[in-house]
């Protein structure tokens, strides 16, 4: 799919590697709607856009906000055939600590935003992209997902979070199986150690020993990486139903 032909909805599109995407399809000719809590920074995007960005204030666990977005994605753009899934939280949590158990409830909300966010985007996505016409490739959609290295690598502190990356990989070949059958291409990026809004937050020194874990370049991922790779995914019509890693090589170690 060429970007210049995109209709994107992007969650968590506000920032970070969201925000990242939305900036490549534009430049690239697309047009994308930004699915985010962040009203303000959403607000500002889309008015700054020249008309490419629309904003859906959009919470991705709730079915009628989604579907809400998707029909406001619609209506101004006429069609979707682009989604990316960004949109997810990791706040740290052991199993126990001082405190006692790490509570359920805890697990739950990380489990469902990351997790079940992703799915409930994805599901109603499809439901519309399959009323697509192909386009020269046959192609009628593409989906990209995103996971992380702690899905392979989880640390201590990272169980609802290792969890949910590692169902967003699990369910990515079978989705993909299926959705073969509509025409409708689902890949999975799995990014290492990103300079995020998350990380912004972090002292200097704590950035750059972190950046220092990366064998090659050794070095915090920057969200045009990952944008880059997004766009690649878009255009290129073979890659369908793989994860890719996105890390510098970096293999988290056990601590």
Do not use: W
Request: glycine content about 10%; hydrophobic content about 45%.
């Amino acid at each position: 799919m060429n970007i210049k032909d995109c209709k994107a909805i992007v969650t968590g599109g506000a920032s970070g590697l969201g925000a990242a995407c939305i900036a490549k399809l534009v430049a690239g000719g697309g047009r994308a709607a930004i699915l985010d809590l962040d009203t303000v920074r959403g607000e500002k995007l889309a008015a700054e856009s020249g008309g490419s960005l629309i904003f859906a204030r959009t919470d991705v666990t709730s079915e009628e906000d989604v579907l809400g977005a998707i029909d406001k994605a619609v209506e101004a753009f006429g069609s979707i055939n682009t989604v990316i899934n960004c949109a997810g939280v990791g706040d740290p949590g052991k199993v126990l600590s001082k405190k006692g158990p790490l509570p359920l409830s805890v697990f739950e909300r990380i489990v469902r935003i990351n997790l079940v966010g992703t799915f409930n985007v994805t599901r109603l996505a499809v439901a519309r992209m399959v009323n697509n016409t192909a386009n020269e490739e046959g192609e009628k959609g593409v989906i990209i997902n995103t996971a992380s290295v702690a899905a392979f690598d989880g640390q201590i502190g990272q169980p609802a979070y290792a969890a949910s990356k590692a169902a967003i990989v699990g369910m990515t070949l079978p989705i993909a199986r299926e959705c073969a059958a509509y025409a409708i291409r689902v890949m999975t990026v799995a990014p290492g150690i990103f300079d995020t809004p998350l990380l912004a937050t972090l002292p200097e020194p704590a950035r750059e020993a972190l950046g220092k874990m990366v064998p090659f370049p050794s070095r915090l991922g920057r969200p045009e990486e990952f944008a880059a790779l997004a766009v690649h995914i878009i255009e290129n019509a073979m890659l369908n139903g793989e994860v890719i890693r996105l890390d510098g090589a970096i293999r988290m170690a056990a601590k």
